[in-house]
């Protein structure tokens, strides 16, 4: 159970193009999403934590107006990277939770990750 | 400020040659601290979450313990299929907010 699915894997995209990054909650309902960057041989850099319902917050330092998040239902939440430059390309994962106390204890789950090149 | 810390960075070892990977934090107010196993390319895999001081869990090879400082992740007798890079994360407040360590990368040679 809690599995979170994360698409596209891999996507290579030119600069000043925008692309869109979906996770989803399969057999549970994610009332919280979280969005983290990690680039090569770093550990997760939280970015943003988004609500179903509400605007996300983001942590200091990342631009809303370049990583848009929606979580529109409470088993999807999309990342959008806005006027992609070469700088934008990471390695990003979603992680989902429930409510905090009943997610963890099976640890907060997390998506596959999605490697985004920009040329 | 919360902090996690985590060494060694890298760590190689023989097949069956045990050790254990340590992970320092500082957080107002804990709630539960996690290890995630992560292959590249991949998401991080849950391993264990500890809630208090002297709580100790263990799945086949590994086995986490906690003190009000520190986690040590210890690795009995590994195999090649270990191999991965080991993330420790504490939860912070009430925020539902993970903060991770750099991670230690564990290479195991046959």
């Known amino acids: 159970g809690a599995v979170v699915s994360q698409h596209p894997s891999r996507v290579i995209c030119k600069s000043g193009t925008s692309v869109k990054i979906e996770c989803r909650s399969l057999?549970?309902?994610?009332?919280?999403m979280f969005w983290y960057r990690q680039f090569p041989k770093q550990s997760l850099m939280l970015m943003a934590t988004s609500n179903e319902g509400s605007k996300a917050t983001y942590e200091q330092g990342v631009e809303k107006d370049k990583f848009l998040i929606n979580h529109a239902s409470l088993t999807l939440s999309t990342l959008t990277v806005t006027s992609a430059h070469p700088e934008d390309s990471s390695f990003y994962i979603c992680?989902?939770?429930?409510?905090?106390?009943?997610?963890?204890?099976?640890?907060?789950?997390f998506g596959s990750g999605t490697r985004l090149t920009v040329v | 400020e919360d902090q996690v810390t985590q060494s060694p960075e890298a760590l190689r070892l023989q097949e069956g040659e045990s050790s254990s990977l340590n992970c320092s934090y500082t957080?107002?107010?804990?709630?539960?601290l996690f290890w995630y196993r992560q292959d590249p390319g991949k998401g991080p895999e849950f391993l264990f979450t500890l809630y208090s001081a002297g709580e100790e869990k263990e799945k086949e090879r590994l086995k986490a313990t906690l003190t009000k400082k520190e986690s040590f992740l210890h690795i009995t007798a590994p195999k090649p299929e270990d191999s991965a890079t080991y993330l420790c994360a504490v939860g912070s407040g009430n925020t539902g907010k993970l903060i991770f360590g750099q991670g230690t990368t564990l290479q195991v040679k046959p």
């Open positions: 057999d549970f309902q994610a009332t919280t």
């Open positions: 957080v107002s107010g804990l709630r539960g």
């Open positions: 992680s989902a939770s429930l409510i905090f106390v009943q997610i963890e204890r099976d640890g907060y789950t």
